[in-house]
């Protein structure tokens, strides 16, 4: 059956949510895990949130005239960050896929480092993202917890941050990271909390806060050494007490996944870090944003 890409309308937007949610939940309640989206509405602010963010990076694939799938990509100058990328569990294993992975690797226009993240379980996925060129370059612990409190160093001094330290944290962050992400910055910093971290008055990092229907998820967030990152998660936590926890943690950081583990947190499933192009592992320690996706 002929797949054809284009540009996401507005008026696409609750198909496209509806069919996001269908697909995420229809793959973990196959592979046993808790589906991840508690409502249809949880897509459509998915796809809202993009749609304000990155208008023109934003696909749908049409068969026969209907959306059956969604993708987007996310350009910060060298960098982009691709996903979410879903097809409906009914038009499944037809070309919806790799259609639209064509379709955001060529709006990517030549961009040298492509990213994304893969769920470890997703067997079908994996094949697909390889033979696009995508190589795996990490793995990625999905964390959960609630009521998590631990002790924060005194030296790291946790505060809200403000406008003008927007420039600062991007800075700050590309310099890490290598990611260009002041657009994010003020997109998270217009949906408060957020909070940065100084160690003898100067930033060496921050978190952000994408608050759902699922919980609190912390992500994106950079800092120039894990225990500089343990200080603003344990912040957070202690924050969004009665809360349910989420973020994308890079297993590299060894010893700190072993101290949230300690005070509660666990891992809910496992994640591939995917890299088409340029790739240098991060300095310092950071946690992945769940929006905009893979960054």
């Known amino acids: 059956m002929t797949v054809t890409i284009r540009h996401m309308l507005a008026e696409d937007i609750p198909r496209v949510g509806a069919v996001m949610v269908a697909a995420f939940n229809n793959l973990f309640r196959r592979h046993g895990y808790p589906e991840p989206f508690p409502s249809p509405a949880a897509g459509t602010?998915?796809?809202?949130?993009?749609?304000?963010?990155?208008?023109?990076?934003?696909?749908?694939?049409?068969?026969?005239?209907?959306?059956?799938?969604?993708?987007?990509?996310?350009?910060?100058?060298?960098?982009?960050?691709?996903?979410?990328?879903t097809v409906d569990p009914s038009a499944q294993a037809q070309g919806a896929g790799r259609a639209l992975m064509q379709a955001v690797i060529e709006a990517g226009g030549g961009c040298p480092s492509l990213r994304l993240v893969q769920d470890a379980f997703n067997v079908v996925s994996f094949p697909l993202y390889s033979s696009l060129g995508f190589e795996v370059r990490g793995t990625i612990s999905s964390l959960v917890g609630r009521n998590i409190r631990g002790d924060v160093s005194e030296d790291v001094e946790i505060r809200e941050w403000q406008a003008e330290y927007i420039e600062h944290l991007a800075a700050l962050d590309t310099r890490l990271t290598g990611i260009g992400r002041e657009q994010d910055l003020r997109f998270f910093h217009a949906q408060p909390p957020h909070i940065a971290a100084l160690v003898q008055g100067q930033l060496a990092g921050y978190l952000c806060f994408l608050r759902t229907e699922a919980g609190t998820f912390f992500g994106p967030a950079a800092a120039t050494q894990p225990s500089v990152l343990r200080a603003l998660i344990l912040s957070a936590a202690e924050r969004e007490q009665g809360k349910a926890l989420r973020m994308r943690f890079p297993t590299r950081h060894a010893t700190l996944l072993r101290e949230l583990l300690a005070v509660g947190f666990r891992v809910e499933t496992l994640q591939t870090y995917m890299v088409r192009g340029a790739w240098q592992t991060p300095d310092g320690a950071e946690l992945l944003a769940l929006f905009p996706e893979a960054l």
């Open 45 to 85: 602010s998915i796809a809202q949130g993009y749609a304000r963010l990155e208008p023109n990076e934003c696909f749908t694939a049409l068969q026969e005239g209907q959306i059956v799938g969604s993708g987007f990509i996310h350009l910060r100058g060298d960098t982009a960050g691709i996903g979410p990328i």
